[in-house]
């Protein structure tokens, strides 16, 4: 199972330059893009293609030949609106279009938990649960997985919505030791998204195989993706920190932080 050529988006970022070296393997060339430096190429199976999101011509050109997309590119914190609006929302439409324009069958895209980012710690949601978005950037997730339900009913392009935890090497805090997905996890779910046959439109969360998960991956199990990792590993550390006040948003809601930031003035 090998991907004549693989586009990257966002490869620059934490998560890009994780996968830019584990996709390697997936595909005979794997194309990166950013809108920030990616310095030279790292062989002969790479392409690289520096491109704002936000510009369709460019997006365009961006996807031709490509097989698949892991589409990590865009803001990935909470931002004023507009900015949002630029690398997110225009960004995710100009990808699809392009996709139905190029011939490109499947994208995976890098959703987040905070498109249900209101629900509370003490709810077990799955992916039918409505979307409760906690901010512009949730929106633009929100955005995002209606754009892919939509260009698959309309259009058969397929894709598998990754809600993404928190992917970093360790928990950060608390909350984290429940949203936590391991690079190893993540890059098992990237691939078994971009080789699954018949996905349509899948939503996914990803998240580890820690102690307390909050969402239920049944209507996800056709992606045969087991997480083998456990955030519990970490939780000596984790716990130096002071306890979180019950007060605040990191100990009563999934999104945490995230739900209490803004408004943004003028
Ligand atoms: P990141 O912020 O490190 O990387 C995003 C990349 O997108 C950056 O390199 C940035 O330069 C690029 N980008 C921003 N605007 C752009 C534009 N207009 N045109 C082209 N490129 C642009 O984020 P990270 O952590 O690597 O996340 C990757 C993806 O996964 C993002 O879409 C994020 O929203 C999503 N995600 C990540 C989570 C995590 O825990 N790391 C959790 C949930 C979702
Ligand atoms: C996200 O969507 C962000 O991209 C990432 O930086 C983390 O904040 C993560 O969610 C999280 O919820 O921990």
């Known amino acids: 199972r090998r991907l004549q050529r693989l586009l990257l988006t966002g490869a620059a970022g934490g998560l890009g330059q994780v996968l830019r070296e584990r996709l390697v393997p997936f595909a005979e060339q794997l194309r990166v893009s950013d809108i920030a430096p990616l310095g030279a190429a790292r062989g002969a199976h790479e392409e690289i293609v520096h491109c704002d999101l ?18 990590l590119g865009g803001i990935s914190v909470e931002r004023p609106f507009e900015q949002i609006l630029e690398a997110n929302i225009k960004g995710i439409y100009n990808v699809y279009e392009a996709a139905r324009r190029q011939g490109v069958g499947r994208i995976v895209f890098a959703s987040s938990n905070h498109v249900i980012g209101f629900y509370k710690q003490t709810e077990h ?41 928190s992917s970093f090497p360790a928990p950060a805090n608390r909350r984290m030791m429940s949203t936590w997905l391991s690079y190893d996890d993540l890059t098992r779910l990237v691939e078994r998204s971009l080789f699954t ?30 997480p083998q990792d456990d955030s519990e590993v970490f939780r000596a550390q984790v716990e130096t920190q002071p306890p979180v006040a019950a007060d605040d948003p990191n100990a009563i809601y999934q999104g945490g932080a995230f739900t209490a930031q803004g408004p943004f003035g003028d």
């Open 197 to 226: 046959p018949d996905v349509g439109h899948t939503v996914v969360f990803g998240a580890s195989a820690n102690r307390e998960v909050w969402w239920d991956n049944r209507a996800a199990a056709h992606l045969g993706w087991v």
């Open 125 to 165: 949601i799955d992916a039918t649960a409505m979307r409760r978005p906690d901010g512009y950037y949730g929106l633009s997730k929100s955005f995002g997985e209606d754009m892919a339900q939509f260009y698959w009913d309309r259009y058969g392009i397929q894709t598998v919505s990754i809600r993404i935890g």
């Open 54 to 71: 936000a510009e369709k011509a460019a997006v365009h050109a961006l996807l031709a030949g490509c097989d698949a997309v892991v589409h």
